[in-house]
């Protein structure tokens, strides 16, 4: 079947712009996580949910990093007033079950000029 | 927090030749799993071994939970192996099901 995917998988915007990247995991993965990998390092993680809601948010950076998921499938990871160290991949992955084995999408890059 | 380390960070191989990575954490972990992130970025699951060994034709996985270790064997190398290899874990104490990545294995397998 279709495995997890991210739109777009390229995104240029400008300093203070308001970006959406979007993911659509698995079909019945009831979890879904989102990543950020800067040049040369590994993931970290922002945010989780499980069904329609953040379990865990403690990774996001601040205040101007927002995620929803609202019917439970895809989500849609939000960056208002952007910044040029946003700059990263944005990886999202889902698993069945919260703790079972995580599949990752091709991720977003995101260049902020 | 949970410390991940992965050993050697850096490593060239001849095609054909075997190699071993490792995959140290400083606390108890409920999951572990190993990817191969190619060229391209994409994140592709190896192995989801949060204890004892898996196989999978030229790969294989042993975590020893106990002793905080996970080796990830890679027998007769190909070009394609090329990449980094990551492991990344779930801190057992932590209360939630996030990952931490450990610091990577580069990985060139030269023809």
């Known amino acids: 079947g279709a495995g997890v995917s991210q739109t777009p998988s390229n995104k240029v915007t400008e300093k203070g712009k308001y970006v959406e990247l979007r993911c659509d995991p698995i079909s019945g993965h009831t979890a879904l996580y989102w990543y950020r990998q800067s040049l040369g390092q590994g993931p970290e993680f922002l945010i989780y949910f499980q069904g329609t809601g953040a379990a865990d948010d403690s990774g996001l950076p601040n205040d101007r990093f927002f995620a929803v998921r609202p019917e439970g499938s895809v989500s849609t990871l939000k960056i208002q007033r952007t910044e040029r160290g946003d700059s990263a991949v944005y990886l999202c992955a889902s698993s069945p079950f919260v703790g079972e084995t995580q599949y990752f999408g091709p991720g977003t890059r995101l260049l902020v000029l | 927090g949970i410390q991940v380390e992965q050993s050697p960070p850096d490593l060239i191989l001849q095609e054909g030749a075997n190699s071993t990575l490792r995959c140290n954490f400083s606390d108890s972990v409920n999951n572990l799993q190993w990817f191969h992130q190619n060229p391209w970025g994409q994140l592709i699951n190896l192995f989801y071994i949060p204890s004892g060994t898996k196989q999978n034709g030229r790969l294989s996985a042993t975590t020893v939970a106990t002793e905080r270790y996970s080796l990830l064997y890679i027998s007769s190398s190909q070009t394609t192996d090329s990449g980094v290899y990551f492991c990344?874990?779930?801190?057992?104490?932590?209360?939630?099901?996030?990952?931490?990545f450990g610091t990577g294995t580069r990985l060139k397998v030269l023809a």
């Open positions: 990344a874990v779930i801190e057992s104490a932590s209360g939630t099901y996030k990952y931490i």
